[in-house]
């Protein structure tokens, strides 16, 4: 086994190690010294003059080397050093609150338990003494300066308030309304409160508790009189407001955070009770009431966005547009037919744009539009499912192909979505890319509006360019489908918004770097899901199919042609080969031919792209569009898999055209390789087809003129490669003896074979030949494997059931242990074969 540090850097390292582990004992047994010298000391007092200028009456011991007793000078701390020791006060605090609530459950016990075991005297004796020694201790407390105790017996004083009110109703009026006496109760509890926290100002605690406990009375009382909704939104509305009062003016954290949750869950809730009522409103003068209360919860929240830091004036402005959205388009939801009052609502949201024009601060300005947008993407998302069902609605027409057109645009999408219902999503889309065209095409206008509140960069407005060619483009798919215009109609449409998309791909304006803009690549996009969506749709008719493909294979080539970009060139050019293909393959479904018939029709494309790939050359766009051709031919072979006769034939053909590839020197290097095995593939699965059972009589015939030329070029270039000499002519008669060499039940073929292979494997060894060492070493591996696996299967079911898997175990601890061994091997291996030609 071998070291890894290697032995000489371990010793040196372990040596560093012990040497700080002795410097570390010396300090540590410094420290403890002193330690126990200053415990054997009286502690001096501090003077006065040590205490105001902050000098310790004695110190820590003198240095005994770089860091003294702590930490080394100008290294970290050390990970074993002691933790620090938690701060008395911090104990303190523990042990107060841990007394306080001991109290607290003692005192809850007491009220439950054994308030009934006494007479109404001694009731209210022990709650009168009890509360009131807990309220006035804490005054007692504090000046004598202890906060924490103060702390823990104000906490324990507002728990039996609590009580107190509890007895009160126990007692004194056991008859009264629950709700009705917890609403006043929480009342008189949270003004008291709040007294007593204000008289001593220094508890921190009364006063976000008379806060908390405000939330409640308003909310209460509403619930007692079993008030309708609208009216516990309004309760909830006027606790808001009074919560964002104190949270403006109050004093200390604790209180106005408190106040500024208790705004927010109470305004919250007012909205959602108001949103909800205005939802289900059965007309406009229903609506007219929650309406109202959104409206002035959206007043409460601008009122305290005008004075609120920068992030919760955002959030409250925010919350303001959307509620005053809620209050508008509520009333217009009652009044208009049901498949309106989206676009009621998006009408609502456009006009918060408006907000630029007022005077509001900022933040707050940032978040109306912030709600604004929020409104229009609600709008989107309800808008979108049509669209999709437009783009994917024809994929149904995939199981029934020409099966007849159909009578309109929804017959052909199936019933996805209900139209009856998404009748304005088209408006919807026009009316969000009308703005967003808007915004674009008068951008510096757009920019010196918005100034006050936001500052949109280039970027914003190439974001709004792209959005309004989206929307657009979609809109007027979703108008056809609403409209159900003729499938005819339909086609024609799609097929014209495809050619205006390429259109504007190609032309559209450059974006600030000089490439594209997100105009432009917005219409790429919708180009070719349009493409998609328009020959699917095309599939229900014959000739609908040859003509929306042949136009878009038209199409695209044109694009591709001009181009500026050489990313559009690739994806038009490779779109236009693809059409190309469909085309193809419809031509054989008319002719009624058989997949394997028509397999050969196939390699039309492919031809095509092999000659534009020697047009080009070495054009970027060349090398995408041969191997999407190249996508044809594999179409073509899986076609022709059912019958051999043609699936030779078809290899056959692939190879001439890999080989015509070939000739062009950038391409040689791959293709010349193709070519070889498509050409030995065709050999022989031809073979096959003939069922040949001696395949050496037709092979052999082309392997020794084959070896023998690549002897010659070997001589006149030594350098030539041995796949390139030897491998094809070597292939053609090992692989297919090797077929049926396994096919064989006899022992000469295998015996010939494997004798053949063994010399085949020695010479490439003695010549160092890759080509010839790897195919007859692999040959001669394989003939073994088949000529031994029965008597190792037999040897294997004679062993006990444990022997296989602990000679596994056995073998992976050998590799294990030997690893880096093995892998120096396996590179030495590589590196060898790396160097034979």
Not at 143 to 164: F, I
Not at 360 to 374: E, I, N, W
Not at 735 to 752: E, F, I, M, N, Q
């Amino acid at each position: 086994m071998e070291h890894v540090p290697p032995p000489a850097e371990e010793l040196a390292l372990l040596d560093r190690e012990l040497a700080q582990l002795d410097t570390r004992r010396g300090q540590l047994l410094h420290r403890r010294a002193w330690l126990l010298s200053a415990l054997q000391q009286p502690v001096p007092v501090p003077t006065a003059r040590q205490s105001a200028s902050g000098i310790r009456p004695w110190g820590p011991p003198p240095a005994s080397g770089p860091g003294a007793w702590g930490a080394p000078a100008g290294s970290a701390a050390r990970p074993w050093a002691a933790p620090p020791v938690a701060a008395p006060r911090s104990a303190q605090n523990v042990l107060l609150t841990l007394g306080g609530l001991l109290l607290a459950i003692a005192a809850v016990a007491f009220t439950l338990v054994s308030w009934g075991t006494m007479g109404i005297g001694g009731r209210s004796a022990v709650l009168s003494t009890v509360t009131l020694l807990a309220l006035g201790t804490p005054a007692i407390l504090l000046n004598r300066k202890l906060s924490a105790t103060a702390e823990a017996l104000g906490a324990l004083a507002l728990v039996l308030t609590v009580l107190d009110a509890y007895a009160v109703h126990a007692v004194a009026a056991p008859d009264t309304d629950g709700l009705g006496f917890t609403a006043a109760a929480s009342a008189v509890l949270a003004s008291a409160w709040a007294v007593y926290g204000l008289a001593l100002g220094r508890l921190r605690l009364p006063l976000p508790a008379a806060v908390a406990m405000a939330q409640w009375p308003l909310f209460l009382w509403a619930w007692a009189a079993g008030a309708p909704a609208l009216v516990f939104g309004w309760a909830l509305l006027v606790t808001a407001l009074l919560d964002g009062a104190i949270a403006l003016w109050a004093r200390g954290p604790a209180v106005r955070v408190t106040a500024c949750a208790g705004a927010a869950v109470t305004g919250l809730g007012a909205l959602l009770v108001a949103l909800a009522e205005s939802l289900s409103a059965g007309g406009p003068l229903d609506a007219v009431a929650p309406g109202a209360l959104l409206l002035a919860g959206a007043a409460v929240a601008l009122a305290g966005a005008w004075r609120a830091p920068a992030g919760f004036a955002t959030v409250a402005g925010a919350a303001a547009g959307l509620a005053a959205v809620a209050a508008v388009g509520g009333v217009l939801r009652a009044a208009v037919p049901p498949q309106w009052p989206v676009v009621g609502y998006l009408l609502c949201g456009a006009a918060l744009l408006a907000v630029v024009r007022t005077r509001l601060p900022r933040a707050a300005g940032r978040g109306v539009l912030v709600a604004s947008g929020a409104v229009a993407g609600g709008a989107l998302v309800w808008a979108l499912p049509p669209v999709a069902a437009v783009l994917m609605g024809p994929l149904s027409l995939v199981s029934d192909v020409w099966q007849g057109a159909p009578d309109g645009f929804r017959e052909a999408l199936g019933a996805s979505v209900p139209w009856s219902r998404m009748s304005s999503a088209p408006v919807v889309l026009a009316l969000v890319a009308a703005l967003l065209g808007a915004a674009h095409r008068w951008w510096a206008a757009v920019v010196r509006a918005a100034g006050p509140l936001v500052s949109p960069g280039d970027p914003v407005r190439g974001a709004a360019g792209a959005g309004a060619t989206a929307l657009g483009w979609g809109a007027l798919l979703v108008a056809a489908a609403a409209l159900d215009v003729p499938y005819p109609v339909a086609l024609a449409l799609e097929s014209v918004l495809v050619a205006v998309a390429l259109l504007v791909a190609v032309r559209g304006p450059a974006g600030a770097g000089g490439g594209p803009s997100g105009v432009a690549v917005t219409a790429l996009v919708a180009s070719l899901a349009g493409s998609a969506s328009a020959g699917l749709l095309s599939l229900a008719s014959e000739v609908a199919t040859y003509a929306v493909f042949g136009l878009l294979a038209v199409l695209f080539a044109g694009a591709a042609v001009r181009a500026r970009a050489v990313v559009e060139q690739t994806l038009f050019a490779c779109a236009a080969v693809v059409w190309g293909i469909v085309l193809a393959v419809g031509a054989g479904v008319s002719l009624e031919l058989p997949g394997y018939r028509a397999a050969p029709l196939m390699l039309v494309v492919p031809a095509v792209t092999v000659l534009l790939g020697a047009r080009l050359r070495r054009h970027p766009v060349a090398l995408p569009v041969e191997l999407t051709g190249a996508v044809g031919a594999v179409i073509a072979v899986g076609l022709a898999v059912p019958d051999a006769r043609f699936l030779a034939l078809v290899l056959a053909l692939c190879a001439v055209l890999a080989a015509g590839t070939a000739v062009r020197p950038e391409r040689r290097p791959v293709a010349g390789y193709v070519a070889v095995a498509l050409f030995l593939a065709a050999t022989w699965v031809r073979l096959a087809a003939w069922e040949v059972s001696d395949p050496e009589a037709y092979t052999l015939p082309v392997t020794v003129p084959a070896l023998v030329v690549g002897v010659l070029r070997r001589r006149r270039d030594p350098a030539a490669s041995s796949w390139t000499a030897y491998g094809a002519g070597l292939a053609a008669t090992l692989v297919p003896s090797l077929c049926a060499a396994w096919a064989d039940t006899g022992w000469v073929r295998p015996l010939l074979l494997g004798v053949a292979a063994l010399v085949i494997t020695l010479l490439g060894a003695r010549f160092r030949l890759q080509a010839v060492l790897l195919l007859g070493g692999a040959v001669l591996a394989l003939v073994a494997l088949h000529e031994l696996a029965p008597y190792v299967v037999q040897a294997v079911g004679a062993l006990p059931r444990w022997l296989p898997p602990a000679l596994a175990g056995a073998l992976l601890l050998v590799v294990g242990a030997t690893y880096e061994q093995r892998k120096r091997d396996a590179r030495r291996l590589k590196d060898a074969l790396g160097r034979m030609r």
